[in-house]
């Protein structure tokens, strides 16, 4: 296993994505308690709220009747596991860009933060930005979610154009 610093370094976004979506939870949690509560309209009057809610499954609230005995297993085991699986893959290859590298580290940090909530947070994730969607796919507000959603969607996108990208001479690490 070639582990250099270079590997290591984007696993500095991680650990700011982790920081900054656990401190923007921990705040929401202890000065808006409930769920379901409008914080405040930020902009636009309709366009951009916090708006804290909990999510007791996984991304759009997928998996909400799913027995609570089978939840433990969905929704933090499996999770782990795949994440350190591709922790272990990260390390292992040298076959990411180095962009690939900062967005890998980007989800990782994401599903982390997210993962944290569901075994330290017994009432569900905190979810708290919400967007108004214009009624696109039928719905007038996106499902709300928390810098840790955002950190995985948009690190996974960016994961899946850099695929799509021309490599350059000496791009992969």
């Known amino acids: 296993m070639n582990i250099t610093s270079a590997k290591i370094k984007p696993f500095i976004l991680t650990g700011i994505i982790l920081l900054i979506d656990q401190i923007s939870k921990a705040i929401i949690a202890a000065n808006w ?3 379901g509560v409008l914080i405040k309209r930020v902009f636009g009057g309709d366009f951009f709220w916090i708006y804290h809610v909990r999510n007791k499954a996984i ?3 997928l998996g909400q009747g799913i027995p ?4 433990p297993v969905l929704f ?3 999770p782990l596991i795949v ?3 591709l922790v272990v893959y990260y390390l292992k290859t040298d076959e990411f860009t180095r962009i690939q590298q900062w967005a890998l580290a980007g989800i990782i940090g994401g599903g982390l933060g997210n993962l944290i909530d569901r075994i330290f947070r017994p ?3 905190v979810d708290f930005l919400s967007i108004k969607f214009f009624g696109i796919f039928g719905l007038d507000r996106w499902p709300t979610f928390n810098i840790a959603d955002a950190s995985v969607v948009v690190c996974g996108i960016l994961l899946i154009v ?3 990208l021309p490599q350059k001479k000496g791009d992969a690490v």
């Open 59 to 61: 991304a759009f609230s």
């Open 123 to 125: 009432d569900g994730v």
């Open 83 to 85: 994440l350190a699986l």
């Open 33 to 35: 308690p409930g769920d």
């Open 76 to 78: 933090i085991i499996f």
């Open 162 to 164: 850099s695929m799509f």
């Open 68 to 71: 609570d005995g089978i939840k």
